[in-house]
């Protein structure tokens, strides 16, 4: 009899292989980190002699799950923000999060928590995209999970990375440090088209292809990213992908959602592999991705769980009975996903996808010894029918719970068994993970109570303060006013012309001040639209403006790009109420008596309020602004105007007095 580590019996052994090959009762022998054989149970108790039998009891032993997608160091903002749009949800709270929280020891907490429910869940191997993926993969690898860890690449500013040159270090660190590793498989994981320039994705290419390294990427998971990338480029995001080289690499293409059956045959001819994640795209609204088209196609696609901020949960049999059910009602088949075929996405196919199916998804010979097993007995899956031996797929995939795993090895080491985890210790991981919650909840509890606070957390506010100084009149046509600039003693250094979207947000707290969301418009001297621009104006309190003589002085505080659409903003502020203004402007900043103005013809279209002359500057004391009032006088006689009906309310006022 030949010498074995393991040997597994009295087992309903799934073995996952080409021909779905079901031995009951079956065994599976174990030598090291791989397995041996798998067959029938009384041949390979006649053949081996085991250091360790393992009765299985009746169990099902299968190949672990692979979990094709996930942040898992996300499981720290599991609950943060939920039933909000993904933009809302991403931009307005969970990457503000991220900048404040996440270093190494943030990931490391964050993963080993991951583990440990996905352990429970029968998840053997994960493929990760987050930032300091080093200690995710040390993590991972003294949790005893197989990981590929993806480090993320952007165009902006990560928690590890001050620019995408800095991430591509790190990728190249990761993958010197733990090529050879026999659970960790390091890779690059540029993010997504709208967070990444041609030169950062033709970077990824080619230190993937230099390195052999797999490429993890978010790829058409909603429409309007799917949307964006027609109305700038005029081709969908698997051709763009395609055009910097993508498909020339190990790629896992995650979600899909938004992709048509050209697409789908690029991915398939080119190898790459498909992340579905049927409960981040149910709880996002991001659609349903056409994966049984796919797999009638034979591309392989796998299932993830997305991360626990888009989720919640790391429950992988849940995911995978999301799978099938979501695809039946889609397709308009009750055929379509078949449990068996749904299993094989959960295991051989999935493995497939990221590339790894030479190690495992599948018990055969030379394969890595990843299994677990499942109890059927529970009445939850009672009774049992046998007249056909494949019924045993779909008591996994429609009948089984998480919980009903009770073992789970890895490369031929226990991680789990009879439901006890042996490599990490849940009560001092949830200890640590209150003390991060309460940590987070302070600071999104003093971000809520402030605009400005929520403002600068988006990113990209200018941090000064600014005074300006106002006054308008209302004039009957503005050629006159167009030729005095045009006099001497006025030096006009530039000049504009926009058509102007304006949306004031008020707050219940008046002392939060007002947000203004602009798009401008610019236009040619044909009026024709040449660019556009949209930004946010944090503004003073109304109450406290003041006035210098007769002149408005207003605190106009704090300035940001706008790249996110009104929508957003609106959600995200949840501003007590809303104005809209629609207006043409022509705009001169001209020199006056040594002193910079800013001189606006306006036409107010909405609501139709008429044509104002008006005119600013800004300021920063008392006496700056008494003297830049006195010549806001002496311009608007230069200008030809009668100032005797100055009006120092700015347009959002007399809106609500008109």
């Known amino acids: 009899m030949k010498p074995t580590d393991t040997l597994f019996k009295n087992a309903i052994v799934l073995t996952m292989d080409p021909d779905y090959t079901i031995y009951e009762p079956g065994a599976v022998a174990v030598l090291d980190d791989k397995i041996v054989e798998v067959g029938p149970e009384e041949k390979l108790l006649q053949k081996y002699q085991p250091s360790e039998v393992v009765d299985c009891g009746g169990k099902v032993l299968m190949p672990g799950f692979v979990n094709t997608h996930t942040h898992v160091p996300m499981t720290l903002l599991r609950g943060l923000a939920d039933d909000l749009r993904l933009d809302v949800w991403l931009m307005g709270y969970t990457m503000p999060v991220e900048r404040e929280f996440v270093s190494p020891e943030f990931v490391y907490l964050g993963t080993k928590i991951a583990c440990a429910e996905l352990i429970r869940t029968g998840v053997t191997t994960f493929n990760d995209m987050y930032y300091f993926e080093d200690s995710v993969a040390e993590a991972a690898a003294e949790a005893g999970m197989r990981a590929v860890v993806g480090e993320t690449v952007m165009k902006f500013p990560t928690p590890d990375a001050s620019s995408f040159e800095e991430a591509l270090d ?13 659970l960790i498989v390091p890779a690059i994981a540029p993010h997504a088209v709208y967070t990444c320039t041609p030169d950062v994705l033709t970077a990824c290419v080619k230190l993937a292809q230099e390195t052999d390294s797999i490429v993890h990427f978010h790829v058409s998971e909603t429409a309007d990213e799917v949307q964006n990338m027609r109305n700038e480029h005029g081709i969908p995001v698997v051709p763009y992908i395609r055009r910097y080289g993508m498909l020339d690499t190990k790629l896992v293409a995650a979600h899909c959602v938004h992709i048509d059956q050209g697409e789908i045959r690029s991915l398939m001819h080119a190898g790459a592999g498909i ?3 049927p409960s981040s795209n149910l709880k996002l609204a991001s659609g349903f991705a056409p994966v049984a088209k796919m797999m009638e196609m034979g591309t392989n696609v796998g299932i993830g769980t997305d991360g626990t901020g888009s989720n919640n949960d790391l429950d992988y049999i849940e995911e995978i009975r999301l799978a099938s059910m979501i695809a039946k009602p889609t397709a308009e088949d009750p055929t379509a ?11 051989i196919i999935g493995a497939k996808s990221i590339h790894l199916s030479h190690l495992i998804g599948s018990l055969e010979p030379g394969k890595r010894a990843d299994m677990i097993t499942i109890d059927l007995s529970p009445i939850h899956n009672q ?8 019924s045993v797929y779909s008591q996994i995939v429609y009948a089984s719970k998480s919980t009903d795993v009770t073992d789970v090895m890895v490369n031929g080491k226990w991680l789990m068994q009879d439901r006890q985890l042996l490599t990490l210790n849940e009560e001092d991981l949830i200890a640590q993970a209150k003390v991060v919650a309460n940590e987070i909840d302070q600071f999104l509890r003093g971000r809520e109570k402030s605009v400005y606070s929520k403002l600068i957390a988006i990113g990209g506010a200018a941090e000064e303060e600014s005074f300006e100084i106002q006054a308008k009149v209302p004039i009957e046509d503005r050629s006159a006013i167009i030729d005095a600039l045009n006099a001497q003693g006025i030096k006009v250094l530039r000049k504009r012309h926009y058509h102007e979207y304006d949306t004031y947000f008020a707050f219940e707290d008046g002392t939060q001040g007002r947000l203004r969301y602009r798009e401008d418009e610019f236009l040619n001297a044909k009026g024709e639209i040449q660019s556009v621009r949209s930004r946010l104006t944090l503004l003073g309190e109304s109450e406290k403006e003041a ?3 007769d002149v ?3 605190r106009t505080r704090y300035f940001a790009p706008a790249n996110h659409s009104l929508r957003f903003y609106t959600e995200y502020f949840k501003p007590s109420s809303a104005v ?10 001209i020199e006056f008596e040594g002193t910079e103005f800013f001189v606006n013809l306006d036409t107010l279209i909405k609501p139709q309020l008429g044509k104002f002359l008006e005119i600013k500057s800004r300021t920063w004391s008392r006496e700056d602004a008494e003297q830049k009032s006195a010549l806001i006088h002496d311009l608007f006689r230069k200008l030809g105007v009668d100032d005797s009906g100055l009006v120092t309310e700015d347009y959002l006022e007399m809106i609500n007095t008109y």
């Open 580 to 589: 809209a203004v629609e207006k043409d402007r022509l705009r001169y900043l």
């Open 170 to 182: 790190l990728c190249r660190a990761l993958i010197d440090k733990w090529k050879d590793h026999p």
């Open 552 to 554: 408005l002085l207003s």
């Open 547 to 549: 006035s210098v003589g």
């Open 275 to 277: 992340a579905h994640n």
């Open 337 to 347: 996903l078949p449990a068996k075929q749904v299993l094989a996405m959960a295991t």
């Open 383 to 390: 009774p049992r029918f046998n007249r056909d031996p494949e």
